[in-house]
């Protein structure tokens, strides 16, 4: 149906940056809605960032001013550009998209900043 895959997570000390991607293939007609959620050991997964084809941007308080979530329609393709990041931060971070009907997941991609 549709695939995600995510790259760009690794290991960064606090204060840093990484820049995670997200490309969709597959059927990826009416794709609306695009975006990260995260989820560390023994925690829920929580929404980061999401964004729509049209622009509009929702971002958690805990990223607000520090993460910046961007579209590619062309590209199919997610991004989020990460600074300031925290230990907070550390988390296996999933890219979603979703439709009428239907959400789809990548793999996740770890991201773990060190103290």
């Known amino acids: 149906q549709v695939q995600l895959v995510e790259s760009g997570g690794g290991l960064v000390q606090a204060g840093g940056s990484l820049r995670l991607s997200c490309a969709a293939s597959g059927s990826i007609f009416s794709i609306n809605v695009m975006g990260w959620y995260r989820q560390a050991p023994g925690k829920k997964r929580e929404l980061v960032a999401t964004?729509?084809?049209?622009?509009?941007?929702n971002y958690a308080a805990s990223v607000k001013g520090r993460f910046i979530i961007s579209r590619d329609n062309a590209k199919n393709t997610v991004y989020l550009q990460m600074s300031s990041l925290k230990p907070e931060d550390t988390a296996v971070y999933y890219c979603?998209?979703?439709?009428?009907?239907?959400?789809?997941w990548g793999q996740g991609t770890q991201v773990t900043v060190s103290s």
């Open positions: 964004i729509t084809s049209g622009g509009w941007l």
């Open positions: 979603n998209a979703a439709r009428f009907g239907d959400a789809y």
